[in-house]
């Protein structure tokens, strides 16, 4: 009897395609299935709102890109997702070959979600205190218009802020929330490997028949 246990996703992908054609739009279905626990989790995480963000001084008060919540896209440019956005999506063939080691991936959309989550974790160079910022959207009174700003500690004493308010230094809550949901991943994973090795060892076993 023919059998095959298949841990490489893109062989597998290889031999779905080569049996039927419907198979591998099923196999793809169902692998971006296997971040669902993921995503779920990273949107039940972020419990700020639009008129609640992390830190009082997020409030929305600028156009500026990462500003919490926002809404406004300059014309010509996408509208920022919304706060809770974490798209699934599937690591294309083509950069898999080139080494990508993930099936698929989330992603969260809003970029004031991703600085209030990941801000501080690079390191902040001292080497920028008291030069002035380059030119960027904010809300004045009278509406919106450009500005700048000296660097004077304002950024450590946002990462600080942050950390109070989490607990926690970054990631705050995207990989937390991932971390909580990967036995559920793991076992839905398992659960398409075997699901898509009985298919593999059918069609070979009619195969090997004829």
């Known amino acids: 009897m023919a059998q095959v246990e298949v841990t490489d996703i893109r062989r597998a992908e290889r031999m779905l395609r080569d049996l039927e054609g419907d198979y591998i739009k099923e196999f793809r279905k169902d692998i971006k299935s296997i971040a669902k626990p993921i995503q779920q989790g990273i949107k039940s995480g972020i419990t700020n709102t639009k008129m609640n963000p992390p830190l009082s001084g997020m409030t929305q008060v600028h156009f500026g890109r990462v500003a919490w919540g926002t809404d ?15 798209l699934i999506q599937r690591v294309p063939e083509k950069a898999r070959r080139r080494g990508t080691q993930s099936i698929v991936r989330v992603v969260v959309g809003s970029p004031g979600t991703v600085l209030a989550d990941m801000a501080g974790s690079g390191g902040m160079s001292k080497s920028i205190e008291g030069q002035v910022t380059r030119s960027y959207e904010y809300m004045y009174k009278n509406g919106p218009g450009k500005r700048t700003h000296r660097v004077n500690g304002q950024g450590q004493a946002f990462v600080r802020g942050l950390n109070r308010e989490y607990g926690r230094p970054a990631s705050r809550v995207v990989w937390p929330a991932a971390n909580k949901a ?3 991943t793991r076992k839905e994973l398992d ?10 060892n059918v069609k070979l076993r009619i195969m090997n028949a004829r």
């Open 182 to 184: 990967a036995p559920k």
């Open 72 to 86: 406004y896209a300059p014309s010509g440019s996408r509208r920022p997702k919304p706060i809770k956005s974490a």
């Open 191 to 200: 659960r398409i490997i075997d699901k898509y090795n009985q298919v593999l």
